[in-house]
């Protein structure tokens, strides 16, 4: 898909960039037959850094240290929880300065999509964003292994959505999986990945 109605797409497709979801639309459970108990979500922002220049259109995903208290080892978009007095945009782009370098200014936040509960007690709330040209990624070694790039038509076809399952507190857990030369892109970054899928094709 060409630069131009890709842009038009989301901005028709995504929610208003300020706003949230009193409760997350999606989680780590909508493959599973299990629900989770009521409970006290911290709030958390991602950001899908969308690159549409120099090349075919791509989202720059992170894989997370091994060190770091949750989500350790997995690919991930940058972000993580909002801080005191600070709205979910804001933390996205906090974060993402943070974990590699890419600075607000660079960034043009288009909208946000289905927020999402993840099974360590996280709502998290996605946009997506257009890096502009001229951008540095900086990533910090604290907390990003690694930064890579995945083509935006890859991951929105469906046929590359697989299903997979894996034993987690003593029962297996039902997960979409995006397994990308040699990455394994899966759980929550995926089912969010899943969920921009519908809200801009289906």
């Given at each position: 898909?060409?630069t131009?109605?890709?842009?038009?797409?989301?901005?028709?497709?995504?929610?208003?960039?300020?706003?949230?979801?009193?409760?997350?639309?999606?989680?780590?459970?909508?493959l599973?037959?299990v629900?989770?108990?009521?409970?006290?979500?911290?709030?958390?922002?991602?950001?899908a850094?969308?690159?549409?220049?120099?090349?075919?259109?791509?989202?720059?995903?992170?894989?997370?240290a091994?060190?770091l208290?949750s989500?350790?080892?997995?690919?991930?978009?940058?972000?993580?929880?909002a801080?005191?007095?600070?709205?979910?945009?804001?933390?996205?782009?906090?974060?993402?300065?943070?974990?590699?370098?890419?600075?607000?200014?660079?960034i043009?936040?288009?909208?946000?999509?289905?927020s999402?509960?993840?099974?360590?007690?996280?709502?998290?709330?996605?946009?997506?964003?257009?890096?502009?040209?001229?951008?540095?990624?900086?990533?910090?070694?604290?907390?990003?292994?690694?930064?890579?790039?995945?083509?935006?038509?890859?991951?929105m076809?469906?046929?590359?959505?697989?299903?997979?399952?894996?034993?987690?507190?003593?029962?297996?857990?039902?997960?979409?999986?995006?397994?990308?030369?040699?990455?394994?892109?899966?759980?929550?970054?995926?089912?969010?990945?899943?969920?921009?899928?519908?809200?801009?094709?289906?």
């Open positions: 898909m060409s131009r109605p890709l842009i038009d797409l989301l901005r028709s497709r995504l929610d208003p960039v300020e706003g949230e979801d009193a409760r997350p639309r999606r989680g780590d459970n909508d599973n037959d629900v989770f108990p009521e409970r006290t979500l911290r709030p958390a922002a991602v950001l850094p969308l690159v549409l220049h120099d090349g075919p259109p791509r989202f720059i995903l992170t894989l997370r091994d060190h208290p989500h350790a080892g997995q690919v991930s978009f940058p972000g993580g929880r801080m005191p007095g600070e709205t979910l945009p804001q933390a996205a782009l906090r974060e993402t300065q943070e974990e590699i370098g890419i600075t607000p200014d660079r043009d936040l288009v909208g946000r999509f289905d999402y509960e993840t099974v360590t007690g996280f709502h998290v709330t996605p946009f997506v964003g257009i890096v502009k040209p001229g951008f540095e990624m900086r990533p910090d070694p604290g907390e990003v292994a690694d930064v890579f790039e995945t083509p935006f038509e890859w991951l076809d469906a046929a590359n959505h697989e299903t997979h399952e894996r034993e987690f507190q003593g029962r297996m857990r039902r997960y979409y999986a995006m397994p990308w030369e040699g990455r394994y892109i899966w759980g929550a970054t995926a089912g969010m990945l899943r969920a921009l899928h519908e809200r801009l094709y289906d």
